[in-house]
């Protein structure tokens, strides 16, 4: 959908949002501009004006502590990060962030350079780590996945545990620019790959076989761990 959307763009003399070469300022922005012209703000700032932090659920490298610190700081050793599943969600290397270099791991082709997305999808779910977030955290978050739009999702207690209420996720919809569904073209990244795959066991086995379990690669038929298990490193090891 995000190629097929680019070449509308491009045969009516337009340049797609990918190849416009936007500065991360400039993506915030706009970002925010969108809001603007629905005539509301942000779903986060609403969150924030209640005088408390923000709850966000982290799925992919933010499931690894050292990722999370390199984001929020020192702060992170005092977030109490609990284990949840989103229902209605599936989780897909499908995303292709413009400042991401191809890893070169498992092929010569200039592929290995997604990252991980949530989407919308009937029956699917994935497991992730919620936490709270400080007004000044979020915006370094927001920076950090400036790729995604923020939305507000209902989260369970893992495994299969009561609602614990909304929390935010980052998503792009199948028409973002940054989303590329053809495996041949968008292969995951190594390290997001090891990252977030290590964060998950960290939290149990349990944890880690769902994320397992839940994690496709582009195009949403095949699971990461298929084609890749003799590839990954023990998860487990010290």
Do not use: C
Not at 37 to 65: D, F, H, M
Not at 85 to 97: A, E, K, S
Not at 217 to 237: F, K, N, Q
């Amino acid at each position: 959908m995000g190629k097929e959307r680019d070449r509308l763009i491009r045969r009516y003399g337009g340049v797609p949002v990918s190849e416009e070469g936007l500065s991360d300022e400039e993506l915030m922005a706009r970002r925010l501009e969108h809001y603007r012209n629905q005539g509301r703000l942000p779903p986060e700032i609403e969150a924030l004006r209640a005088g408390q932090g923000v709850w966000v659920v982290g799925y992919g490298t933010l499931l690894s502590r050292s990722s999370l610190s390199s984001t929020v700081g020192e702060g992170v050793e005092g977030l109490d990060l609990e284990p949840v599943v989103v229902r209605g969600y599936r989780r897909v290397f499908n995303l292709r962030p413009s400042h991401y270099e191809p890893s070169y791991r498992l092929t010569e082709e200039p592929t290995e350079m997604g990252a991980m997305n949530v989407q919308e999808a009937d029956g699917a779910f994935f497991n992730g780590l919620r936490f709270r977030v400080s007004p000044e955290a979020l915006g370094e978050l927001d920076e950090r996945e400036r790729y995604y739009d923020r939305r507000e999702v209902d989260v369970e207690a893992f495994p299969d545990g009561p609602s614990l209420g909304p929390a935010f996720v980052y998503s792009a919809g199948p028409s973002s620019p940054w989303v590329v569904d053809d495996l041949s073209e968008l292969r995951p990244h190594w390290r997001d790959i090891v990252l977030a795959r290590q964060g998950a066991y960290a939290v149990s086995r349990a944890f880690g076989r769902m994320f397992d379990e839940t994690t496709y690669l582009a195009g949403g038929r095949e699971l990461v761990i298929h084609e890749y298990r003799e590839h990954l490193p023990d998860p487990t090891a010290a």
